[in-house]
């Protein structure tokens, strides 16, 4: 049972555009909600995450926007730069004793060009 | 280093064989996790511990797969009867404890021939 939805598989954006990944959950015991940024090679590496009682955080261009009603949630790059260009997944997971145990969506791969 | 270390970075071995995975976490972290990212895939949990014991090895796929953490400190994952399945980047995080940011390390690539 796939328990995050992650949606564009891939992303092509301009530089200085807009980047916009969703993603949906099913578990409403699902608490805490990160984004991660992967590199080829790489791990993956913690880039913003937000709590269900707030509706959005912004850090710098990266900004997550939450609907808890809908079980969705949503990651905004603004001002798209090449160096952007990674493979992102939401994640989430809940409280008690599985509070560390993420579930990741299945990735967008995006591409920024100059 | 400072960050959380894993070896081999690549591991190649046949059908069958046994083969042992390590991560170093960062030191002081209490809270170690494990994860296989298949290609194209997000990362998928196998197991978490806090300390020196499985607080949760619900996403091990079958009793070939064990992990161990004798001092709290450095884990390895073992994988017995390797199939051409298991084939996947296993991945290694830690974090202070349960509640907080989980660091990866860069994985070790196994691929089963």
């Known amino acids: 049972q796939q328990q995050v939805k992650q949606s564009p598989q891939s992303l092509i954006v301009q530089k200085g555009g807009i980047s916009i990944i969703n993603c949906a959950y099913e578990?409403?015991?699902?608490?805490?909600f990160p984004w991660y940024q992967q590199f080829p090679g790489k791990g993956p590496a913690l880039l913003i995450a937000?709590?269900?009682?707030?509706s959005e955080k912004k850090e710098g261009r990266f900004t997550i926007s939450f609907n808890k009603s809908a079980k969705q949630f949503s990651l905004h790059i603004m001002d798209s730069q090449p160096g952007d260009s990674a493979t992102y997944f939401c994640?989430?997971?809940?409280?008690?004793?599985?509070?560390?145990?993420?579930?990741f969506g299945q990735g967008t791969i995006l591409t920024v060009h100059p | 280093g400072a960050g959380v270390s894993q070896t081999p970075s690549n591991k190649v071995t046949e059908k069958g064989k046994y083969v042992e995975l390590r991560c170093d976490p960062i030191?002081?972290?209490?809270?170690l996790y494990w994860y296989r990212q298949s290609l194209g895939q997000g990362p998928e949990f196998l197991i978490y511990?806090?300390?020196?014991?499985?607080?949760?090895d619900s996403g091990l796929p079958n009793d070939r797969f064990f992990a161990v953490r004798p001092e709290g400190s450095v884990s390895t994952l073992k994988i017995q009867r390797t199939e051409r399945g298991d084939s996947a980047v296993y991945l290694c995080?830690?974090?202070?404890?349960?509640?907080?940011?989980?660091?990866f390390g860069a994985g070790t690539r196994l691929s089963v021939l």
């Open positions: 511990f806090q300390g020196t014991g499985a607080a949760d």
């Open positions: 578990n409403t015991a699902f608490d805490y």
């Open positions: 937000i709590r269900p009682d707030v």
């Open positions: 995080a830690s974090s202070l404890g349960a509640k907080n940011i989980q660091y």
């Open positions: 994640a989430a997971s809940r409280g008690g004793t599985s509070y560390g145990k993420l579930t």
């Open positions: 030191s002081g972290h209490t809270a």
